[in-house]
C-alpha cells in the first residue's frame, strides 16, 4: 500500500507540474527580444513627452523681464520663488520665456537685451552643444521617482538636449540676425552664479521671430 500511495503521489506531482511549471525553458534569442521589447524606448518618450507636454506648457514659464528684475534685486528671493531642483543637487533651474533684440551672435550663443531700452546681453539662447539636465528638470515635469532605472532617467536628458541640438538650434541660427526681436521659451541651469546668470545661459525649447 505503501508503494501504491508513492507511486499516486508521484503521479499527482507529474500531473501539476505538467500543467503549471515550476519554470520554462526560453531560447536565448527569444529571451533578448522579449528582454529589448520590455526596454524603455528613451528617443521615442522624450519626443512624445517633447511635443504632447513640454511646448503645450511653455505658457506656465516665468516671464523674462519678471525673471530678471527679481534676480537683479535679490537673486537668493529670485531662486526661492522661481526656481526648481532635484533633490539635494546644488545646481538650480529656471523655466522663463520672453522676448529680447540680438545684440550678439557667437559660435555657441546669440544674445538677446531683455529689458527695455538695453543694450546688454541678459540672456544668452545657447547654441553650441547642448549638455545638462536643464530639459529635463528645469520645467517639472517629469519626477525621478516615476522612473525605477535611473539611468532611463539619465538617458532622458540626453534625448532631449539632442531633440534641441537637432530641431531648434538650426532653427533659431537661420532666425537671428543682429537687431532682429526673438520671442523665446527654454530653461537655464545655474552652477556658478558668477558666470550662469550674467547673461542667464537658456537652452531654447521655441524661438520665434515676428
Known sequence: ??????????????????????????????????QKAKAF?????????WTNRLLPSLDKAVPARELLSAIQNDPPAAKK????????????YYFL???????????????????????????????GLVFGDALRDGTGLLNVNDYPNSQDFNDLSAALDRIVETNVIPQLRGQAKPGE???????????????????????????LTP
Open 1 to 34: 500500500m505503501r508503494a501504491v500511495t508513492w507511486i499516486i503521489a508521484i503521479a499527482v506531482a507529474a500531473a501539476v507540474c505538467g500543467l503549471f511549471p515550476p519554470f520554462h525553458l526560453v531560447p536565448l534569442k527569444t529571451a533578448a527580444a522579449e
Open 41 to 49: 524606448d528613451t528617443t521615442r518618450f522624450a519626443g512624445t513627452f
Open 81 to 92: 520663488k522661481y526656481s526648481r531642483s532635484l533633490g539635494l543637487d546644488e545646481n538650480y
Open 97 to 127: 520665456r520672453g522676448d529680447g533684440k540680438v545684440v550678439s551672435i557667437s559660435d555657441d550663443e546669440i544674445s538677446l537685451a531683455i529689458s527695455k531700452d538695453s543694450t546688454n546681453a541678459e540672456v544668452a539662447l545657447e547654441t
Open 181 to 207: 526681436t526673438i520671442s523665446f521659451a527654454g530653461c537655464a541651469e545655474v552652477d556658478d552664479e558668477s558666470t550662469d546668470l550674467k547673461p542667464l545661459k537658456v537652452i531654447p525649447i521655441q524661438t
